[in-house]
């Protein structure tokens, strides 16, 4: 098959993650396949061009791909993208954003192709209405690829796609590159003796991702147990503002490790935690830290929101909570208490992402999706 994958951004997110990661697999199971995704600033180091190129990948650049709706930037990209679609003649075009799935049914539709448009779509709590959806699922979606049950029924329910053309697939992870057995934690580096109780979030530090309530929850925690230890590996421009300064301030900040953005080290110090702690899905709905902890053999304290109690059953693979400061230390408290219960949690974590995290299962439920659709377009009408 000759794949187009088209992303909507320059910038390295979770949903572009996933997309790169999606047309190397495609392209190691023998098709052809272009990446197409949006040129970065001039001078920006960090994006998914500098991402793909890493991973061997040379992206295609030609358009301009926005990622929000510009009547002057998208009718550039309609009309170069009718031209560059007719010449390359693809089977499938997978689209993984709100306007590159615009762009490319624009340009297939007004050009009375019978090229296949697929989306996948990454949120966890339905999808946002109006015109455009309406527009993208109705009449430009020839298959919608969804990792949230949720999200299928809202679809269904607003009569946007008919059910059948939507498919529910996990999201994957790189399982070997978190495999507890293969990776080996860095806790000397952060100070942290072998027999310490640790916690752990990972996030962005912003405003809306309920740090207010973590830190409040982690002072009623440390009032019991004054030697616990929690990480927030991540960063953000006010990190200083919504966790460090307060932290202080409450008398909590020497129990708390920032250990800022991680790259390389990202497996070992995840390899830290006896648990992870994830409150609210962030620009990645699939939440694949929450995938990513599992596969390590972590269990997970989740909010009840969005498809994080999709991924983590309630007494399986961790603990599901109304995310109240109470209710987050009590969660904690459980887990500190018993390394009994977190062993058995976390063997369950492992299990689940060996069984539905694997890329290698995306991928040929992927394939079964265009195989499926190139079989009715060579059918009769």
Same mark, same amino acid.
């Given at each position: 098959?000759?794949?187009?994958?088209?992303?909507?951004?320059?910038?390295?997110?979770?949903?572009?993650?996933?997309?790169?990661?999606?047309?190397?697999?495609?392209?190691?199971?023998?098709?052809?396949?272009?990446?197409? *995704?949006?040129?970065?600033?001039?001078?920006?180091?960090?994006?998914?061009?500098?991402?793909?190129?890493?991973?061997?990948?040379?992206?295609?650049?030609?358009?301009?791909?926005?990622?929000?709706?510009?009547?002057?930037?998208?009718?550039?990209?309609? /009309?170069?993208?009718?031209? =560059?679609?007719?010449?390359?003649?693809?089977?499938?075009?997978?689209?993984? #954003?709100?306007?590159? /799935?615009?762009?490319?049914?624009?340009?297939?539709?007004?050009?009375?192709?019978?090229?296949?448009?697929?989306?996948?779509? =990454?949120?966890?709590?339905?999808?946002?209405?109006?015109?455009?959806?309406?527009?993208?699922?109705?009449?430009?979606?020839?298959?919608?690829?969804?990792? *949230?049950?949720?999200?299928?029924?809202?679809?269904?329910?607003?009569?946007?796609?008919?059910?059948?053309?939507?498919?529910?697939?996990?999201?994957?992870?790189?399982?070997?590159?978190?495999?507890?057995?293969?990776?080996?934690? *860095?806790?000397?580096?952060?100070?942290?003796?072998?027999?310490?109780?640790?916690?752990?979030?990972?996030?962005?530090?912003?405003?809306?991702?309920?740090?207010?309530?973590?830190?409040?929850?982690?002072?009623?925690?440390?009032?019991?147990?004054?030697?616990?230890?929690? #990480?927030?590996?991540?960063?953000?421009?006010?990190?200083?503002?919504?966790?460090?300064?307060?932290?202080?301030?409450?008398?909590?900040?020497?129990?708390?490790?920032?250990?800022?953005? #991680?790259?390389?080290?990202?497996?070992?110090?995840?390899? *830290?935690?006896?648990?992870?702690?994830?409150?609210?899905?962030?620009?990645?709905?699939?939440?694949?830290?929450?995938?990513?902890?599992?596969? #390590?053999?972590?269990?997970?304290?989740?909010?009840?929101?969005?498809?994080?109690?999709?991924?983590?059953?309630?007494?399986?693979?961790?603990?599901?909570?109304?995310?109240?400061?109470?209710?987050?230390?009590?969660?904690?408290?459980?887990?500190?208490?018993?390394?009994?219960?977190?062993?058995?949690?976390?063997?369950?974590?492992?299990?689940?992402?060996?069984?539905?995290?694997?890329?290698?299962?995306?991928?040929?439920?992927?394939?079964?999706?265009?195989?499926?659709?190139?079989?009715?377009?060579?059918?009769?009408?």
């Amino acid at each position: 098959m000759k794949i187009l994958q088209i992303f909507s951004n320059w910038k390295w997110t979770g949903p572009a993650e996933h997309a790169l990661n999606l047309a190397i697999n495609l392209e190691r199971a023998g098709h052809d396949v272009v990446f197409a *995704c949006a040129p970065p600033p001039e001078g920006q180091q960090e994006s998914i061009v500098a991402c793909a190129r890493e991973r061997g990948v040379e992206p295609f650049t030609g358009l301009r791909l926005n990622k929000h709706f510009s009547i002057i930037d998208n009718a550039h990209d309609i /009309h170069r993208l009718r031209g =560059y679609l007719k010449q390359e003649a693809f089977d499938i075009v997978h689209t993984h #954003m709100p306007n590159d /799935h615009l762009l490319a049914g624009m340009a297939l539709r007004s050009t009375l192709s019978k090229t296949a448009i697929v989306r996948t779509c =990454y949120d966890g709590a339905g999808l946002p209405g109006g015109f455009r959806s309406r527009v993208n699922f109705s009449l430009m979606t020839d298959a919608l690829i969804t990792a *949230c049950e949720q999200t299928k029924k809202w679809l269904a329910a607003r009569g946007y796609l008919p059910e059948k053309k939507i498919w529910k697939i996990e999201v994957p992870v790189d399982i070997e590159r978190f495999d507890p057995d293969r990776v080996s934690d *860095c806790r000397r580096k952060f100070g942290l003796t072998p027999d310490a109780v640790v916690g752990g979030i990972v996030a962005r530090v912003q405003t809306h991702r309920r740090f207010e309530v973590l830190l409040e929850a982690l002072a009623i925690v440390l009032r019991e147990f004054p030697g616990f230890k929690f #990480m927030i590996i991540g960063r953000g421009t006010h990190i200083e503002r919504l966790a460090v300064k307060p932290a202080q301030t409450m008398g909590i900040r020497t129990n708390l490790i920032f250990t800022g953005y #991680m790259h390389e080290d990202y497996a070992a110090t995840l390899a *830290c935690l006896d648990f992870k702690v994830f409150l609210v899905p962030g620009s990645d709905g699939s939440c694949r830290a929450v995938r990513e902890a599992m596969a #390590m053999g972590k269990p997970v304290i989740a909010a009840r929101r969005g498809m994080l109690p999709e991924i983590v059953e309630n007494e399986t693979h961790g603990l599901i909570i109304d995310d109240t400061a109470e209710n987050i230390a009590g969660a904690i408290l459980t887990l500190v208490e018993d390394p009994a219960k977190r062993a058995e949690l976390g063997r369950n974590a492992r299990h689940k992402a060996l069984a539905c995290f694997d890329p290698r299962r995306q991928t040929t439920q992927v394939l079964e999706i265009y195989e499926k659709l190139l079989g009715r377009r060579a059918g009769p009408a």
